[in-house]
């Protein structure tokens, strides 16, 4: 999966607590991503963040906090405001220029069971 | 604000056959990439094709692009089990990217 790295795989939780996702990237990437995937649907953007120290919303980022302190991490807390958390949660980056400027990689996803 | 919306929903079809899949966006892009993903993993990029292109082929894909319909076709060609999974079209505008619900792809034995 191209360098980046979640965990864990599976992560389940109690209603009420927040948890925190992984990703790491080790491809130099200056864009890291968070998507949230439904079954039978297409991804949708929960934040983004183009350089270290800066991230912005994207469309589904109410419930969810991000950081980016270093450039090869880009963690996602789903917080217990989220009111459906249930998912499967995809990161990916960009590199920022050259050949490759247009091209997201994706990590392997993070399936978020809340019980 | 989503933009790709792919049809059909599900392609079923015989090993050898070939897998067009459809792909429509609302507003200007600069460009629009397939992705896949088999299941329960991450995507993987296939091909981009930009705003100002109109066909573009990688291996057994070939990618059209008709920006006067605000529509993308993906065929896969000489179809093989492997190809089973489902396929995204990315529509990217500005900064980021926006996906389709996808194809599920079948390709039977």
């Known amino acids: 999966d191209g360098g980046i790295t979640q965990s864990p795989k599976y992560l389940f939780r109690k209603e009420g607590q927040n948890v925190t996702l992984s990703c790491e990237q080790n491809?130099?990437?200056?864009?890291m991503y968070w998507y949230r995937q439904d079954p039978g649907q297409g991804l949708r953007l929960i934040y983004y963040s183009q350089i270290v120290n800066d991230f912005q919303k994207g469309d589904i980022a109410e419930g969810y906090s991000v950081s980016r302190e270093k450039k090869e991490s880009f963690p996602l807390t789903v917080t217990s405001a989220q009111k459906n958390p249930t998912a499967f949660y995809l990161c990916?980056?960009?590199?920022?220029?050259?050949?490759?400027?247009?091209?997201?990689?994706f990590g392997p996803g993070t399936r978020l069971t809340v019980l | 604000s989503q933009q790709g919306e792919e049809d059909p929903q599900a392609l079923s079809i015989q090993e050898g056959e070939n897998a067009t899949m459809n792909c429509s966006y609302k507003t200007s892009i600069n460009n629009l990439q397939w992705y896949r993903q088999n299941s329960g993993r991450g995507l993987v990029h296939l091909i981009l094709?930009?705003?100002?292109?109109r066909e573009k082929h990688s291996g057994r894909l070939r990618v059209t692009l008709d920006t006067s319909k605000k529509s993308s076709s993906l065929l896969i060609t000489a179809s093989r089990a492997a190809d089973t999974a489902s396929y995204f079209c990315?529509?990217?505008?500005?900064?980021?990217?926006?996906f389709g619900p996808g194809t599920r792809l079948s390709v039977l034995p």
């Open positions: 491809l130099n990437h200056d864009a």
């Open positions: 094709i930009r705003s100002n292109e």
């Open positions: 990916a980056s960009k590199s920022e220029q050259g050949a490759m400027y247009n091209e997201q990689f």
């Open positions: 990315a529509a990217r505008g500005g900064q980021n990217f926006v």
